[in-house]
């Protein structure tokens, strides 16, 4: 049976890992010039994305282990690992370059229709440390439905918090202005980081375990 501090901790990380905060300069960036209308079109696709990505990962993810072979051990090490790579680019005030590549971003531009669904909703929302975050949470406790139903709440709360982000993403980013999104990016970078490290330690335990 999941704790309260299980939804807790599983709200926090998906919501540190997508970073919706950090990530609304790329989208204010990505959509300048655009009128109202079609700016509005590309944030609720771009958020559609994400809470369909994370929710169908979530959901399929323990079939995916079996389908692979590998324990939820593993990948819990292999996740672990990309968490708190993404966190340490956080703490160095950078855009996750398992996000968005300088070539990803330009070609971003040129194609403008299309960058709803790339890269804002994969892979600069749903990346691959928040499917991996997901997955692994989701499959914690595999004989619990809670733990499903705590992550389909993460994923809920993140998509919501994200619409309104990018909603009123000028008027933010003018009231702390750039420095207070970098400072609230290395907050939840830190975050980022124990709860990558945590999920190492969980792995490696997993497996002395089981030995």
């Known amino acids: ?40 079109i590309i944030m609720h696709q771009a958020v559609v994305v994400l809470g369909v ?14 389908a692979f072979g590998f324990t939820l051990y593993s990948f819990e090490v292999a996740g672990g690992i990309l968490l708190f790579l993404v966190a340490y680019d956080m703490l ?58 705590g992550t389909l709440i993460a994923i809920a709360v993140t998509t919501v918090v994200c619409y309104f982000v990018f909603r009123y993403g000028e008027r933010i980013l003018r009231y702390i202005g750039k420095v207070g999104i970098m400072a609230v990016t290395r907050v939840l970078g830190l975050l980022l980081a124990a709860v990558g490290v945590q999920f190492v330690l969980n792995g490696v335990l997993g497996v002395f375990h089981g030995m």
């Not at 890992?17 to 009128?35: H, K, N, R, S, W």
């Open 53 to 66: 990505v994370l929710g169908v990962f979530a959901l399929v993810g323990r079939y995916l282990f079996a």
């Open 92 to 149: 160095h005030g950078e855009i996750a370059r398992t996000k968005l590549s300088p070539a990803d971003r330009a070609e971003a531009i040129q194609r403008r229709d299309e960058i709803s669904i790339v890269p804002l909703g994969i892979p600069l929302l749903a990346g691959p440390g928040a499917i991996s975050t997901v997955m692994i949470y989701a499959g914690t406790q595999s004989v619990d439905p809670y733990a499903l139903l």
């Open 1 to 40: 049976m999941v704790t309260p501090g299980f939804y807790v901790a599983v709200i926090a990380s998906v919501f540190a890992i997508v970073d919706p905060i950090g990530t609304l300069p790329f989208y204010l960036a990505l959509t300048e010039g655009f009128d109202p209308a079609d700016r509005r």
